[in-house]
């Protein structure tokens, strides 16, 4: 069954430091998130995209943050300049159409992002 | 505001008992709702989702959900735990736009011999 995949499991990174997270959706899928869950916290929505572009954002998704779909079938989500509040799990999302329309979100298994 | 409360953090059931979970949510017209569960290590799994028609929706492992929208609930449950049922389980509603999910804090579940 396909599934949503993200690389790496874990990273840790300096504060200040840019750190990439990747995500490959499911291949014909057109809609993708990006969603994060800080220890003991709410999973919360962070952007999501389609046709190339960002098509809603969260508050928390400032200028410090952006996502690419580079080659048609990487999502990353870069963090410019990493701080200690961005620890946390990140989780990919993709859906074939949108949500409201019938389909579930199908999530990757997370990365989780330590900042020192 | 859309919104998800689940007011149980963590729940502990022996194995063979029933189970229930309980999710409240706040959402101005006709909600679009999900439970989603979470094995450690893996990603979010949908349970079972609920868009129109039948109240009482079935979902993969046994697991059932009854919308109330009288009470704004959409409570999860199941007549008899297994222990791998042990997890952290997800209440979502879908928002306005039909692009973003709102979750829950989420209820962990340990199940007991």
């Known amino acids: 069954e396909p599934e949503v995949t993200q690389t790496p499991s874990h990273q840790v990174t300096q504060m200040g430091q840019e750190v990439i997270l990747r995500c490959v959706p499911i291949?014909?899928?057109?809609?993708f998130y990006w969603y994060r869950q800080i220890l003991g916290q709410k999973v919360e929505f962070l952007v999501s995209f389609y046709n190339n572009e960002i098509s809603e954002k969260s508050e928390i998704f400032d200028d410090q943050f952006s996502v690419e779909r580079p080659d048609g079938s990487n999502f990353t989500l870069k963090i410019r300049s990493t701080k200690l509040e961005d620890s946390a799990m990140y989780f990919c999302a993709s859906t074939p159409r949108m949500t409201r329309v019938g389909n579930e979100q199908f999530f990757g298994p997370g990365t989780r992002l330590t900042v020192l | 505001a859309q919104s998800v409360t689940q007011p149980d953090i963590h729940i502990t059931v022996s194995e063979g008992a029933s189970l229930e979970l309980r999710c409240n949510y706040s959402?101005?017209?006709?909600?679009?709702l999900f439970w989603y569960v979470q094995s450690p290590g893996q990603g979010l799994q949908l349970l079972l989702k609920?868009?129109?028609?039948?109240?009482l929706v079935q979902g993969i492992k046994g697991f059932e959900a009854e919308f109330k929208r009288s009470q704004s609930s959409f409570n999860l449950r199941k007549p008899s735990v297994h222990w791998s049922d042990a997890a952290e389980y997800f209440c979502a509603v879908c928002g306005n736009t039909g692009n973003q999910f709102y979750f829950g804090t989420g209820t962990s579940l340990t199940v007991i011999p």
């Open positions: 291949s014909n899928h057109l809609y």
């Open positions: 959402y101005g017209a006709t909600p679009y």
């Open positions: 609920y868009f129109s028609g039948d109240t």
